[in-house]
């Protein structure tokens, strides 16, 4: 059965915070009301066009996997959610955010969180905070606002994060009012031409692979040829709702409802996407958790359970084995070492993350 790591977890959760900080900016124009009436393409190209205020918000994503077949390595439904609130900072600095993840299936309940004040970072593991070496936090944030001033002249938006969906949305309609926590919006529905959104998902990854958010080596710069064909042939009936702004036309809400039918493996089942924004630039209060333990208690936690690269079960005690679970271990200390030693040279920081990567 495939593991999940919660180490892998917990790079993901930076990445979706700090991705979710590309899309801030200025308001050019502020938009103009939008409402059941109006042209579906005209919503679109407003929501996915331009620049987008999106300084802060509370951020909540869900996913739901279902899968049934003899040959799946998911038994059972896998729940997967990411919640919290996220506070850009001016001049391309670090965000401030505090998100918390839960993993629940495979026979596993992982809970893990990552949180940065702007000035000091802490992850959580399974309820517990730990505070992470100031040193490894340092380079973490110098290479971020690195990657910032690198990309620093580009348009900050939706669509510079490599994703339009106008590209592979079908047969779009203007389902009119909703909302959206407390915020007024439009809806859109309509299918999906799977290929053309595999264009968008590669442009994804390597935009993420540029910018140093490639969760250690485990997420792909680009989906390979074959892994692209396998997705075209398993998707079935895929459907998308998009939830605009009525007032700003910023996206508040995405949802994906997808089935899956995969012959080769005999694996069928379906996938529930479902990522929204409320509060949105509304001031967030991010503090710091209190009593948080050392870092290096965190790297004996992941030792103990046995959370290496075959993974252990966060629910099993050792179950995974000592020996994985030491592996684990010392590949983070090697990591925080590493980092160490790089000083201010970002090339080498970036480089670090490969001793995090599965062997």
Known sequence: MTRLRPALLLSLLAALALALAACGGSDEGGG???????DV???LTKTFTGSKKVDSGNLNLSMKIEAQGGNSELQGPVNISL??????????ALPKFKLEASI???GQNIKAGATSTGEKGFLSFQGTDYVVDDQ????????YEEAQKQNSKQEQSFASLGMDPRKWLTDPKNEGDAKVGDDDTVKITGGVDVAKLLD?????????????LGGAGEVPEKLTEEQRQQVLEAVKDPRVEIYTGKEDQILRRMVVNLGIDDAASKTSGTIAFDVSITDLNEDQD???????????????????????????DADSGAGG???????????IEKYSKCVTDAGEDLDKVRKCAELLAAP
Do not use: M
């Open 32 to 38: 103009e009301e939008v409402s059941s009436s109006t």
């Open 41 to 43: 393409n005209e919503l």
């Open 83 to 92: 919640a919290g609130p996220f506070q850009a900072q001016d001049g391309g």
């Open 104 to 106: 629940e299936g495979g």
């Open 136 to 143: 490894v936090f340092r380079q973490f944030k110098a290479g």
């Open 200 to 212: 968008d998902v590669n442009r994804a990854l390597e935009k993420a692979s540029s910018l140093g």
């Open 286 to 312: 991010i503090a710091q958790p209190a009593d948080a333990k050392p870092f290096s208690e965190l790297l004996g936690q992941f030792g103990a359970l046995g959370l290496g690269a075959g993974g252990g």
């Open 321 to 331: 084995g000592q020996a994985d679970g030491g592996a684990a271990s010392g590949d």
